[in-house]
């Protein structure tokens, strides 16, 4: 049994749940990089232990001093950085970049269980 979706280049519906700005990407290419999008929307992982709650996440080349952790409004756990470009040089010449660097959040809110833990 496959779970492929085949395309039919004969039905007028066969990306009726397309991205609707597909096309304009196309026009305007510096839109088309998803690459600081991907770093911006990280992954995380959030588990409930017996004992505690276990946040994971994705963050390749960021330190774990570049990470703030913080709650706000009591119940909302905040977890942000940012990710620097590397120092260019002038002499170097890059053949392609595909490592993404910007700014990244994410928000969660917490269990009223969990309110009045220690982070």
């Known amino acids: 049994m496959s779970i492929v979706r085949r395309s039919n280049v004969f039905d007028p519906f066969a990306d ?3 991205d609707p700005f597909d096309a304009f990407r196309s026009i305007v290419p ?3 990089d998803s690459d600081t999008a991907a770093f911006a929307n990280a992954r995380m992982d959030w588990k409930e232990t017996p004992e ?3 946040f994971k996440a994705d963050l390749p ?3 774990k001093e570049e990470v703030k952790v913080e709650v706000q409004d ?3 756990l905040v977890i942000s950085g940012e990710r620097t470009k590397e120092k260019e040089d002038k002499n170097n010449k890059w053949h392609r970049v ?7 959040i994410r928000r969660f ?3 009223e269980s969990m309110s009045n833990r220690p982070l």
């Open 61 to 63: 080349g960021v330190k």
């Open 109 to 111: 809110r917490l269990l």
């Open 98 to 104: 595909e490592r993404s660097s910007g700014k990244f």
């Open 16 to 18: 009726l749940w397309a």
């Open 30 to 32: 510096a839109m088309s």
């Open 52 to 54: 505690t709650h276990v």
């Open 74 to 76: 009591g119940n909302v």
